[in-house]
Every structure is written in structure tokens, then in C-alpha cells.
């Protein structure tokens, strides 16, 4: 692929000129449009930060200027549902079916015999290169937590976290089946220690049945520790095509019922797209009283529902997000898993997201703001406020495109995308897999 072929000078002190910016990434106004929802425009950079958003040739600063050629320029993009500690055991550990249920009996095995603490950083940091090549300045990621697992990948984390700083930004939710919280108490308080101490957040995988009491009382008491500690809360809801399972109302309902102060983000909720026309706009309903956010999982959702060996999918996956969108509830698009179990593919590249979920959830023809599901959205229910945004004052980090129309943008893989980070290109190579054989094994 031809490396975009933009020249920086050495100050950081240039204009990015003739760029095209989404304007629902923006907060000026009164910029040329440039059709799709796409505006016209000049960016002043100065000391690593954007100090005018333009009109053409209008920041009136003296300066080296760069020729976008009107090629799109996106924040930086926020990535707010991956599994950095699943990633790439694919090699060593494949998903024998591609089944969610084969899934997630080929990571039990694979935690038990591979994951200590020099595994789980080696695949960690590689992951998180690849996310950073690819322009992402933030990610969230669960990490499994049941048993000894917790102690043995929180701290890794939280190193992983200091060592990305002013690369990356990190957050961590704990992920293991909410019956823990009733089934052993102890250890769950332990685990909820652990979360808090590191500055996690608590979440866990809803029930993938009908929900019954035990269900409510599990919900219960992970809302009561992550109030208790002042956390904040992100599950694994409904990711099943049994129409019976429906823990996005309860936990709606509980948010409701606690007055729960904290964020609550829902991932997943793919059955809701199986819910009668009546069931589903109740359950809508019920996520934007409560103020509960929702991350979709379109290309790992595609990968795992709906597979039946020898059968032809009939569905997509993925669960309601235009009429989610459409009833004010702030929804995401996320990576989730990369080369594992859950999903063979992916390189936590936030741009195949949006192509992959353009197509997967038809978001073309209803407008252009959908950019927001991989930046401002995922920023905003991560509470980076400098994130995901195109602004005067924020960081310079940005993702150069020689594409000029979204058209363009999502026919190809971007790979000749120009990365920049506090005002500085960075390379965007992704790291080699070889890395990877002393850990996975070679393929
Ligand atoms: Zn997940």
C-alpha cells in the first residue's frame, strides 16, 4: 500500500490545510460544507494541540503548510469494548465450531494452562500496538477475573496502563458470570477490592436465558458494590439468539429502582433484535429512561450468532441501533475480540469497525453522523472529555485519509492513513505476528 505521502515539517507549528472534517465531530460552525455532512476546512496546530478550526486559507497564522488535498481528517478513535486479554491465542487455541458456547470453553482451557502474567502482557501490548498504528487514543477492555486470574492480570494491566500514558488511554472492567456475586461471596468482594484499588470498573455477563430471581438478586449485588465503591458499571448483556433473554430491561429497571448514580454501558444485547415489535420498544424505552448507554459488537456479533454447522445465518447479529439511536440512547461500535476464540479476525482497527458496521447495519442513507460511534460517543461514556473530537484546545490526534468522501473512506482499508498524535506523524505499521510465536506458537 503507498504510505500517504504528506511531509511534516520539524516544528510543530504547521496548518493542515484543504482537510475535510465530519461536522458532527466538531463543535465550529459556519464552515464551508463540503457535502455528506462533511465541511471545509483549515487546521492550525501549534505545540501538539489544534488552535484554530477554519474556513480555507482562513486562520490568518504563519506557518508551514500541509495539503490534505481534501482528504477526510477524524479524531483519534475510541475503542470502548475489546478483550486485550483474550487477544491473538488464536494460534494455540482456535474456537473448534465458531460458536459462542465453543468460545468460551476454548478460553476456559486456554486461561487454565497459558495465561500468566508475562502471556497475558506480551499479547496485551502487542494488541495495543496494533490499536495505536491504527490511530485509536483510547481503549477499554474487560479482563477476565473469576478465581486466581484477577490477581494475576489486574496488576499487569494497571502496568500496561502507566506504560501506554500519553499514548493510549486505558480502562479495565472486570468480566466473570454475575452468579459469582451470589454463588461466592467472599471471593467476589475480593474481586470488587481489587477492582476499586486499581481503578476499574465492574461489570460481569448477564444470564443468556429467561431471567428469573436468581438473575435479579445476582444484578442486585453487583449494582450495590459498584455503588458502595463509587464504580461504574459495564456488562455483557444478551449476547445469545434465545429471544427469551432480556437482562437489558433488568438492568434498566435496576438503574432505575437503585437511582444508581454511576455510568451504565450495556455491550452486546443481541437477542433484542429477536423481541417482538412491542417488547422491543418497551425495553428501548425503558435504556433511555434509565440513561444506560449500548455498545454494539457488529463483526464479532456476525462471527458468532446465528452459526449452526452446514446452516446458512438468517441474521445479522447485531441488536437495534438505529432505534436505540433514534430514542436518544448514546450508542458505540466496538472492536471486542481480535484473534480468539470468540472472533478468528481483527486488528483493533476502529476504521474496519465503521466500514464493517456500515455494511452489517445498513447505517448508510440515514445520515452521516454515525462517525460518532467509534469517537465522540465511546469518549463521551468513557468521560474523556478531550477525546473522539475535532476542537480547538484538544490534542492534535488525528487520522489523515487521502479518501475525500465517506464513499471513499469505506471502499478501501484506509492503510494509507497518516496518524498523528500530540501534532507528530507516528508509524503505522502494525506490529509482526512473528512476534507473536513464542507466545501462540507459529501458525
Ligand atoms: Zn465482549
Redesign the pocket.
Known sequence: MRPHSLTFPQSDDFILANARVPLCLTSTRGLPPAGEGLSACDLLVRGGRIVAVAAPRATGANAAVIDCDQGIVLPRLVDL???LDKGHIWPRRPNPDGTHAGARVSVMEDRAANWNADDVRARMDFALRCAYAHGTSAVRT?IDSLGKQAAISWPVFNEIREAWKGRIDLQAVA?FPIDYAIDDEPAFRQLVALVARYGGILGGMTYLGAVDERCHRALGRVFEAAAANGLDLDF?VD?TDDSEARTLSAIANTVQAMGFAGRVLA??CCSLALASDAEREDTINRVADAGVSVVS?PI?NMYLMGRKANRTPLWRGVTVLHELAAAGVVVSAAS??TRDP?YAYGDLDLLEVYRESVRILQLDHTGPDWLRLVSSSPAQVMGLQSHGRIDVGLPADLIILRARSFNEMNSRPQNDRAVLVKGRPIDTTPPDYRELDPWVGAP
Open positions: 469494548h475489546t478483550h474487560h468480566l455483557h449476547e455491550g452486546h459488537l464479532c471486542d475480540n470468540f
